[in-house]
């Protein structure tokens, strides 16, 4: 009869260990209770763990080696699927842009893991990945005071990198934290330190500097492994209750460099020019001052020339040097003037008059241009007749002077 049909009493078949009564109300072949396997269970492993099992005194012994030997190898198969499960919970990856710092039991580990595949023993040594090409960027707003007690407002942003990852991984509690609050007085001692006007103005690239500079040191000193890269003044302005006296004064002040730009623009155009002109003054002078010289030295050198001729012969040369002096004062007037000899009344022919033009039939005015050999030949023909006309027959000489233009 099977162990679960109606009518047996458990005499011992039951295969969970139990009788008749260890069912509750189920006369039906239902399923053991629950609690009762448990407790079972509970016996079986205290048996092997601690020696024989309390609760069970009639037990054959061939019964009991039986289920020692499966308690023991269960017991093998546990161990072994919980060091394949340890011994997978120890592999990881390190991405290119990590690295990682390697704590063995709390004490760091000199080498750096490096990116790849990596296996460390699991709850023996803890590993701490770090990025260190990623820019983080920090940002910072806050009042502050300059050197010349004014109050300023700036807006800073940081850009640092992890240099150093064991020294971010363990050397400091909270890293940025610490670059917070370096930052936060590299701001104050360089602004605290530094005019207002050249904080708003001119003076931002050098105030980025000197902060950057100065917050790096704190860094190295706290050794927190954070590189700053960059340091940005992102917005300077004075408080809102003056900033359109300010903007104001900005203002005024890119006029005056606006006026000044112009200025240097004027004079690099006037003072080329000026003195462009100046050495053409020099150089005309200094042409002037040869010609006058060499004029000068040819009048001597022709007085002395004539000189001499005038001891060798005063009276030729007085009455040359008339001629000529005649000559050049008649040569400059267009008049003609003809002497008659015998009489103290000269001929005025007007040839200036005749040369300035005359006006043909069609009412167009043409030039008579008149040369000397003409000029000398009117002036013969002029003397031919006067002479003709004299009662004394004396014979009129004639004097002409070419004539240069008219008037």
């Given at each position: 009869?099977?162990?679960?049909?109606?009518?047996?009493?458990?005499?011992?078949?039951?295969?969970?260990?139990?009788?008749?009564?260890?069912?509750?109300?189920?006369?039906?072949?239902?399923?053991?209770?629950?609690d009762?396997?448990?407790?079972?269970?509970?016996?079986?492993?205290?048996?092997?763990?601690?020696?024989?099992?309390?609760?069970?005194?009639?037990?054959?012994?061939?019964?009991?080696?039986?289920?020692?030997?499966?308690?023991?190898g269960?017991?093998?198969?546990?161990?072994?699927?919980?060091?394949?499960?340890?011994?997978?919970?120890?592999?990881?990856?390190?991405?290119?842009a990590?690295?990682?710092?390697?704590?063995r039991?709390?004490?760091?580990?000199?080498?750096?893991?490096?990116?790849?595949?990596?296996?460390?023993?699991?709850?023996?040594?803890?590993?701490?990945?770090?990025?260190?090409?990623?820019?983080?960027?920090?940002?910072y707003?806050?009042?502050?005071?300059?050197?010349?007690?004014?109050?300023?407002?700036?807006?800073?942003?940081?850009?640092?990198?992890?240099?150093?990852?064991?020294?971010?991984?363990?050397?400091?509690?909270?890293?940025?934290?610490?670059?917070?609050?370096?930052?936060e007085?590299?701001?104050?001692?360089?602004?605290?330190?530094?005019?207002?006007?050249?904080?708003?103005?001119q003076?931002?690239?050098?105030?980025?500097?000197?902060?950057?500079?100065?917050?790096?040191?704190?860094?190295?000193?706290?050794?927190?492994?954070i590189?700053?890269?960059q340091?940005?003044?992102?917005?300077?302005?004075?408080?809102?209750?003056?900033?359109?006296?300010?903007?104001?004064?900005?203002?005024?002040?890119?006029?005056?460099?606006?006026?000044?730009?112009?200025?240097?623009?004027?004079?690099?155009?006037?003072?080329?020019?000026?003195?462009?002109?100046?050495?053409?003054?020099?150089?005309?002078?200094?042409?002037?001052?040869?010609?006058v010289?060499?004029?000068?030295?040819?009048?001597?050198?022709?007085?002395?020339?004539?000189?001499?001729?005038?001891?060798?012969a005063?009276?030729v040369?007085?009455?040359?040097?008339?001629?000529?002096?005649?000559?050049?004062?008649?040569?400059?007037?267009?008049?003609?003037?003809?002497?008659?000899?015998?009489?103290?009344?000269?001929?005025?022919?007007?040839?200036?008059?005749?040369?300035?033009?005359?006006?043909?039939?069609?009412?167009?005015?043409s030039?008579?241009?008149l040369?000397?050999?003409?000029?000398?030949?009117?002036?013969?023909?002029?003397?031919?007749?006067?002479?003709?006309?004299?009662?004394?027959g004396?014979?009129?000489?004639?004097?002409?002077?070419?004539?240069?233009?008219?008037?």
């Amino acid at each position: 009869m099977a162990w679960n049909e109606p009518g047996n009493k458990g005499n011992g078949n039951d295969p969970w260990g139990g009788n008749g009564g260890g069912r509750r109300g189920n006369d039906q072949g239902g399923p053991p209770d629950l609690d009762e396997v448990i407790r079972k269970l509970s016996k079986t492993l205290n048996g092997l763990l601690g020696g024989k099992s309390g609760g069970s005194s009639g037990g054959s012994g061939s019964g009991g080696s039986v289920s020692s030997g499966a308690s023991i190898g269960l017991l093998g198969g546990l161990v072994v699927l919980a060091a394949v499960v340890w011994a997978a919970l120890g592999f990881y990856t390190i991405d290119e842009a990590e690295r990682g710092v390697v704590l063995r039991f709390g004490e760091i580990q000199e080498e750096v893991v490096l990116p790849g595949l990596r296996w460390n023993p699991p709850l023996i040594d803890q590993v701490e990945k770090v990025n260190i090409s990623r820019v983080n960027t920090r940002s910072y707003s806050s009042d502050m005071l300059t050197t010349d007690e004014n109050i300023v407002t700036v807006a800073i942003s940081v850009q640092f990198v992890v240099a150093d990852p064991m020294a971010y991984a363990v050397m400091v509690r909270d890293p940025q934290l610490g670059l917070d609050q370096a930052v936060e007085s590299a701001v104050r001692h360089v602004v605290g330190s530094t005019t207002m006007d050249r904080v708003l103005t001119q003076g931002r690239a050098d105030v980025a500097a000197e902060v950057r500079n100065r917050a790096q040191s704190y860094m190295e000193v706290y050794r927190t492994g954070i590189m700053i890269t960059q340091v940005n003044v992102e917005n300077a302005q004075p408080p809102i209750a003056v900033q359109a006296a300010f903007d104001d004064v900005i203002r005024a002040r890119e006029d005056e460099q606006r006026a000044q730009n112009q200025a240097l623009a004027y004079a690099n155009r006037v003072i080329p020019e000026a003195r462009g002109e100046a050495q053409r003054i020099i150089e005309q002078a200094n042409a002037y001052r040869d010609q006058v010289i060499a004029r000068a030295e040819g009048e001597a050198s022709r007085f002395e020339q004539l000189l001499t001729e005038y001891q060798r012969a005063p009276a030729v040369t007085r009455e040359r040097l008339y001629i000529d002096a005649i000559q050049e004062v008649l040569s400059n007037t267009s008049k003609v003037l003809v002497d008659v000899e015998g009489g103290n009344n000269m001929m005025f022919l007007p040839l200036d008059r005749m040369m300035q033009g005359v006006t043909d039939a069609t009412g167009a005015t043409s030039r008579l241009q008149l040369n000397s050999q003409q000029i000398r030949d009117l002036a013969d023909q002029v003397n031919r007749e006067l002479s003709s006309q004299s009662t004394t027959g004396d014979r009129a000489r004639v004097q002409t002077v070419p004539a240069r233009g008219p008037r």
